[in-house]
């Protein structure tokens, strides 16, 4: 197994945040094969190193992959000082996991929690273009000037989006039903893109990651991922 840093080994494994186990190792409270580590940086081998904290043998986390379909007013951190529901707490496991990216507390749907900080970085980095679909309930009749208008991109502060893929599931004079198909996650990307057409979002809903998709999967249920789907999630985000 390659290195890892030794304060992320040691937060991949419950001890604490990674900021405090830095500073139990600057403490002097952790020893790599019997010897004291306190200085930074410093790696080790998870798999194969004996690591001690305070002289109690941590084990290395194994990796877990789950899908949720997240409940409105759930949120993506691992921490609210408003004491609000958190995704990870709606998943059952005994490791410290956290979300792929986020939903803002007022969107449902698919998010993947998992404790491999490689494979997110991958998942949520620009350069992979992993694509994500969402159902969007809006105010309004769309037009297809405007479903025209987001396929080829729209204007926002960050600057230009990319193209998306849009189809039109139902519209009449009060609301439109849309499917948006996106490879890029800027910050409410959706309910931002849809204002600078004219309609407001009323409901917001992730549909597929990937290949993953929420059919059979009841609001604020989860389940894990198979070997295949994570297989497969790997090879969208291969180098």
């Known amino acids: 197994m390659a290195e890892q840093r030794l304060q992320k080994v040691l937060a991949a494994a419950g ?3 990674r900021r405090k186990c830095e500073e139990l190792i600057l403490d002097g409270a952790v020893r790599v094969n019997g010897k004291v580590v306190d200085t930074l940086p410093a790696f080790v081998d998870a798999e194969n190193d004996v690591i001690t904290v305070n002289g109690r043998r941590i084990r290395a986390a194994r990796k877990v992959y789950f899908l949720l379909n997240k409940p409105k007013g ?3 951190t691992n921490s609210d000082p408003q004491g609000r529901t958190r995704a990870v707490d709606l998943v059952r496991t005994d490791e410290r996991v956290f979300c792929v990216g986020r939903l803002d507390a007022d969107t449902t749907g698919l998010i993947i929690i998992t404790n491999d900080s490689e494979l997110t970085n991958k998942l949520t980095h620009p350069r992979y273009e992993l694509a994500k679909t969402y159902v969007v309930r809006a105010d309004g009749q769309i037009s297809g000037d ?5 396929k080829k991109g729209v204007w926002l502060a960050e600057g ?6 849009v189809k039109i599931l139902r519209r009449n004079h009060k609301e439109s039903l849309i499917e948006v198909t996106l ?5 409410r990307q959706v309910r931002r893109m849809l204002l600078t ?6 409901s917001l809903k992730r549909t597929q990651i990937g290949n993953l998709t929420s ?10 991922l198979t070997e295949a789907e994570v297989r497969s999630l790997r ?4 180098d």
């Open 160 to 165: 230009k989006t990319r193209g998306a893929a």
């Open 146 to 150: 405007a479903a025209e208008k987001l």
């Open 15 to 17: 001890i604490d945040s």
């Open 197 to 202: 057409v004219g309609l407001r979002v009323r």
């Open 183 to 187: 490879r890029q996650g800027l910050n």
């Open 235 to 238: 090879r969208d985000v291969r």
């Open 215 to 224: 059919k059979g999967l009841g609001v604020g249920k989860f389940r894990k």
């Open 74 to 76: 759930v949120i993506c």
